[in-house]
């Protein structure tokens, strides 16, 4: 059960972008999600790719981390 973020992200000129959000307790980092990838298409159409990881630990992840590793993903998306 992961959660994800709803704030915006910005996409550079060449299509890439990047991002990551951590929530925090007691100093300690207990979530990351990290999210990386690139834009590409023309007109109505695009690619999004790219890779996504949740990582999240009880404690802090200095303690305990569950990874879910680098997931790689690939969207059609029509505008």
């Known amino acids: 059960d992961y959660g994800f973020w709803n704030e915006p992200i910005t996409i550079a000129k060449d299509g890439s972008f990047s991002d990551v959000y951590e929530l925090e307790a007691?100093?300690?980092?207990?979530?990351?999600?990290?999210?990386e990838g690139k834009v590409t298409g023309k007109?109505?159409?695009?690619?999004?790719?790219g890779t996504f990881r949740?990582?999240?630990?009880?404690?802090?992840l200095k303690f305990n981390d569950c990874d879910t590793g680098t997931v790689?993903?690939?969207a059609k998306v029509k505008l």
């Open 72 to 74: 790689p993903f690939k």
């Open 43 to 49: 007109g109505k159409t695009a690619v999004v790719t």
């Open 54 to 60: 949740a990582e999240r630990g009880a404690g802090g």
């Open 26 to 35: 007691g100093g300690y980092v207990t979530e990351r999600y990290s999210l």
